[in-house]
């Protein structure tokens, strides 16, 4: 007891009593406040939260939406998603109606082609010699000589003839043989070559008999030559 009161003083004296009213204070407002008494003077700032109010009061203070505000921008494109799996593949279509046809085109450039052609030449008998027949001159280039001749027996054995046509300045075809049973005995041979030629030209057509004793005559012939671009051989 003397230690608790040496160390009372005037400090803890008024503290003590402070207390004592201020808790005395609470107890009568909160038995003896008369109703309606408390105002929005009364009211702390702040000191009603949403919390502490009731589902009436809230829905009286609910105002009516408000009317929907304007889009706003549109947001920047989103990055590509991966390929979905191909699909299986669709039936065929039906074959569509033709075309309409084109118009004609224009006439093309003509081409190098140039004609040789003769059948005035003379016939004559055909030795075992290589007599030739008729001469047909060109100029330089590449051609393609084709010829006929025909022949005829002339004794009353079989005879055996063949033809070319020859180059006379070189070169010749390949040989067509005939063979003929007896007089008055009659064959075509047609026979044909190829070749350029970097100068004028002479194409003939030359026949010779292949066994003794053959009679033969050339009686008609004749020989074309046709100039072409180039020759393929």
């Known amino acids: 007891m003397k230690r608790f009161l040496g160390r009372l003083t005037y400090a803890n004296v008024m503290a003590s009593l402070a207390l004592f009213v201020a808790l005395g204070g609470v107890s009568y407002a909160a038995t003896q406040l008369p109703s309606n008494s408390v105002g929005t003077k009364q009211i702390k700032k702040e000191a009603v ?17 408000g009317a929907t505000g304007p889009a706003g921008p549109t947001g ?54 290589s007599a030739r027949f008729g001469e047909l001159n060109v100029p330089a280039g590449s051609y393609v000589v084709s010829a006929t001749a025909r022949l005829i027996s002339t004794g009353a054995g079989a005879s055996n003839a063949e033809c070319l046509i020859v180059n006379l300045s070189g070169g010749n075809g390949a040989q067509t043989n005939v063979n003929l049973s007896g007089m008055n005995d009659r064959k075509v041979l047609p026979m044909i070559f190829a070749q ?11 026949c010779e008999t ?14 074309v030559a046709v100039k072409v671009g180039t020759l393929h051989q």
């Not at 699909?87 to 065929?92: E, H, I, M, R, S």
């Not at 970097?198 to 030359?206: D, H, R």
């Open 76 to 129: 920047p494109i989103g990055a590509a998603g991966t390929p979905g799996t191909q699909g299986p593949q669709g039936d065929k279509g039906e074959k569509g109606d033709p075309g309409v046809k084109g118009e004609k085109g224009d006439r093309g450039p003509e081409g190098p082609s140039d004609g040789y052609l003769d059948d005035t030449f003379p016939g004559g008998p055909v030795t075992e010699t």
């Open 49 to 65: 939260t949403p919390a502490k109010l009731s589902r009436a009061s809230k829905s009286a203070l609910t105002g009516p939406a």
């Open 196 to 206: 350029t030629v970097e100068a004028p030209s002479t194409f003939a057509i030359q």
């Open 210 to 223: 292949t066994s003794g004793g053959s009679s033969v005559s050339v009686d008609t012939m004749n020989l």
